[in-house]
């Protein structure tokens, strides 16, 4: 065991001071030699560093030992004087990705319950070997640096201080202090991935190559440090040439361009990411050799098109309507795109929406009408703008495209009394996260 226990609780306390210091640590305890261990260690920890300690033990109900395994850990935690709160989960089928996730909530729940800001997680030096084996099997360029040290989730920070260590130093030190753990039989199944790992794959390699555990982990920490220093430049890269929100939302193609392919995947990743969308590496490395006119589909229905300028995300889910801005002011006639002014008397038959079949539009300074799909063409307006674009209409007749032209029924007549109006929400085309002020309705005569 490096430096024994003492070792172990100084590297504890080092990340425990790396994270903040939190008041108050909920402790995931499964009954097995990781997590027994690392409650034993924060423990004392606690003792030293005067923060509120928990304990939580999730029982997912799929193995005949499980309520054996909610006893052994209510009654070390018991031994300890530590507060023990149980949940039992009622999952379908044995699925690990499903059964995971139903455990992070089921820990968040009881950390909110409790105030704590952080739940402690036992996983060390072999897991995070697994886990980046497991990514590199699957194909994921993305999440090579494994699991981190300090993840924030919605409501709390999942820690994990036992990255570093090996597992074998963790069941020396329970032997040492003469304390017992349960086995989990299902540890044993191969069948899946992680197991099968565990089980057959990195022996082998400590067979043929000593400390190849301690290597590949050490390796996924190397990863993760340069990843981060490369999103940081991606997310820079992007600052003030893509715009996120609900609607349009989009990439500058002339800043993807000039990227190196990296650096361009992970701007594509960071811009999805922004939106809930998700992407395996297959999905990145096609949208970055994307050409004009080019999809790329993704998961959940979203996907990506790519038009003269502009790389666009699209979801599946319709466009809301759009809500006028608050009133603001402006002088002068306006521009035709976010200021315009009108008469009074046509405003107020007017709405704001989106376009729809029919609409029409009889563009300024012209005599003749042309469908409003003719004239966002003539415009060069791209595609996925079109149905983003808010308009001013009675009718099926469109008075303002806003941010793109107005008609010529906005033209006042001399001594008529006009209302000069002013868009404030975001437009597509944007990328300066500029805020405008909304509509005026100021009169003038």
């Known amino acids: 065991m490096k430096n024994g226990l003492n070792g172990l609780l100084d590297r504890l306390r080092l990340s425990y001071e790396r994270i903040g210091q939190p008041k108050r ?7 097995g030699a990781d997590s027994t261990a690392l409650l034993l260690l924060l423990s004392r920890l606690s003792a030293q560093c005067g923060f509120a300690l928990l304990a939580v033990h999730v029982n997912h109900g799929l193995r005949a030992a499980a309520d054996r395994d909610e006893r052994f850990a209510s009654s070390i935690c018991a031994s300890l004087s530590i507060p023990f709160f149980a949940k039992k989960l009622a999952l379908p089928k044995a699925d690990e990705a499903g059964a995971r996730e139903a455990r992070y909530e089921a820990l968040g729940a009881v950390a909110r319950e409790n105030a704590c800001s952080h739940i402690a997680l036992a996983h060390h030096r ?34 994990r201080p036992l990255l570093s260590e090996d597992p074998a130093d963790l069941k020396a030190f329970l032997r040492a202090e003469s304390i017992s753990w349960a086995e989990d039989e299902s540890n044993r199944d191969d069948r899946y991935l992680r197991n099968f790992l ?7 390699l400590e067979e043929r190559q000593k400390n190849a555990s301690a290597h590949i982990a050490g390796a996924a920490a190397v990863l993760r440090e340069e990843s981060d220093f490369l999103d940081a430049f991606a997310d820079r890269c992007l600052h003030g040439h893509a715009h996120f929100g609900r609607v349009c939302p989009f990439v500058k193609t002339e800043v993807l361009d000039a990227q190196a392919p990296a650096i361009r995947r992970r701007m594509i990743r960071l811009f999805l990411l ?21 999809t790329v589909n993704l998961p ?14 699209i979801a599946c889910k319709p466009i809301p ?7 603001a002011d402006f002088s002068g006639l306006g521009d035709g795109k976010r200021t315009q002014a009108m008469p009074a008397a046509l405003f107020s038959r007017c709405t704001l929406r989106y376009r729809e079949d029919g609409d029409r539009i009889m563009p300024f300074g012209m005599r003749t009408e042309k469908s409003l799909q003719d004239y966002l063409v003539d415009r060069k307006v791209p595609l996925p703008f079109r149905n983003a674009l808010p308009l001013l209409c009675e009718g099926k007749q ?13 033209r006042a ?33």
């Open 274 to 294: 922004g939106h809930g969308a998700g992407a395996e590496s297959a999905h990145l490395a096609a949208a970055s050799a994307m050409r004009d006119g080019d």
């Open 126 to 159: 072999n897991d995070q070997a697994e886990t980046l084996m497991m990514r590199l099997i699957r194909g994921s360029v993305e999440g090579l640096g494994g699991m981190r040290e300090d993840t924030p989730r919605k409501d709390f920070h999942l820690w």
């Open 398 to 410: 469109v008075y303002w495209v806003i941010g793109v032209g107005c008609a010529e029924g906005c």
């Open 321 to 327: 309507a759009p809500v006028p801005p608050e009133p």
């Open 300 to 313: 959940a229905g979203f996907r990506l098109l790519r038009t003269p300028g502009y790389l666009h995300l």
């Open 413 to 445: 007549k001399e001594g008529e009394n006009v209302f000069r109006l002013r868009y404030g929400a975001y437009l597509p085309g944007d990328v300066d996260y500029q805020s405008f002020g909304g509509y005026t309705n100021e009169n003038h005569v």
């Open 198 to 204: 565990r089980l057959r794959i990195l022996p082998a």
């Open 25 to 31: 640590v909920l402790a995931a305890v499964s009954g």
